[in-house]
T-cell receptor
């Protein structure tokens, strides 16, 4: 089945450690996105990529990094520089001809 | 900048109708999306408006007025499973800007 996968669903890390969240899609979409969701707040854009080997910062990119080496994959690294990393992270993708974004199931990251 | 406002919470009775309003002030506009999100899950697509007017899809309808920067999502014949958060999102240049979401609670 076509879709977006994120793993793991729950992730726990100690403060000061970098952690990488995976996002894979087999929808043949060109664009991919990472969002962060906190309680009572809307989704906030971290990074996005419209083409392989290219990506742009979103509204809250500080403390995060990404890569886009393959069309299907867009991993997000939460670095130790991110002050409040505990959140629900959502990956999405879309075809360039459409504005509709399809979301993965999300990864809930807890940093203690 | 982007400013997208929607009410925080709404409560309605099973079988009733609820209207969720969304107002926006954004630097660009390519369309407006409504997504449904159950707690702890991914948002799922409900509707997309790019032109003014009403789009109807089963029990859900969405309206857009671009001149007023206003949209609403209408949920009819409410069911318990409609209890969820509803997200308004404005599309601009292949990016989406989201409102904080409206939590709808359906009571028996």
């Amino acid at each position: 089945d076509g879709g977006i996968t994120q793993s793991p669903k729950y992730l726990f890390r100690k403060e000061g450690q970098n952690v990488t969240l995976s996002c894979e899609q087999n929808l043949n979409h060109d664009a991919m996105y990472w969002y962060r969701q906190d309680p009572g707040q809307g989704l906030r854009l971290i990074y996005y990529s419209q083409i392989v080997n290219d990506f742009q910062k979103g509204d809250i990119a500080e403390g995060y990094s990404v890569s886009r080496e393959k069309k299907e994959s867009f991993p997000l690294t939460v670095t130790s520089a991110q002050k409040n990393p505990t959140a629900f992270y959502l990956c999405a993708s879309s075809g360039l001809a459409s504005n509709e974004q399809y979301f993965g199931p999300g990864t809930r990251l807890t940093v203690t | 900048g982007q400013n997208i406002d929607q009410p925080t919470e709404m409560t309605a009775t099973e079988g009733a109708i609820v209207q969720i309003n969304c107002t926006y002030q954004t630097s660009g506009f390519n369309g407006l999306f409504w997504y449904q999100q159950h707690a702890g899950e991914a948002p799922t697509f409900l509707s997309y408006n790019v032109l003014d007017g009403l789009e109807e899809k089963g029990r859900f309808s969405s309206f857009l007025s671009r001149s007023k920067g206003y949209s609403y999502l209408l949920l009819k014949e409410l069911q318990m499973k409609d209890s969820a958060s509803y997200l308004c999102a404005v599309s601009n240049d292949y990016k989406l800007s989201f409102g904080a979401g409206t939590t709808v609670t359906v009571r028996a």
